[in-house]
Nanobody, 124 residues
Framework: QVQLVESGGGLVQAGVSLRLSCAAS????????MGWFRQAPGKEREFVAC????????YYADSVQGRFTISRDNAKKTVYLQMNSLKPEDTAVYYC?????????????????WGQGTQVTVSS
């Protein structure tokens, strides 16, 4: 089992950068594929990015491709989401999640463990 705690959210202006972190507890972090998801007000939670256990493979939503970068440090048991050129439509609660499945997935139901979320608000 793994517990996840996100940090790094905040209120920023459009165009700036922000880096989210997700710290994991437990001894098996490197066995999990990790993902970032977000939920905007009035909308369903959606996929943002995910990264394989080794960090060699990453997937992104089309809406963030080229602006966001997911990375992980298995020694620190932490996954990051570097968000550049932020837009007002990026405003959401951002969640990190861990999936024990061997195949990297964009599907929320494949992720067994979730953090509590961190709010990102981008003003125009």
């Amino acid at each position: 089992q793994v517990q996840l705690v996100e940090s790094g959210g905040g209120l920023v202006q459009a165009g700036v950068s922000l880096r989210l972190s997700c710290a994991a507890s437990g001894h098996t972090f490197s066995r999990y594929n990790m993902g970032w998801f977000r939920q905007a007000p009035g909308k369903e939670r959606e996929f943002v990015a995910c990264i394989s256990r080794s960090g060699a493979i990453t997937y992104y939503a089309d809406s963030v491709q080229g602006r966001f970068t997911i990375s992980r440090d298995n020694a620190k048991k932490t996954v990051y989401l570097q968000m550049n050129s932020l837009k007002p439509e990026d405003t959401a609660v951002y969640y990190c999640a861990a999936a024990p499945t061997p195949t990297l997935s964009r599907t929320q139901s494949d992720y067994d463990y979730w953090g509590q979320g961190t709010q990102v608000t981008v003003s125009s």
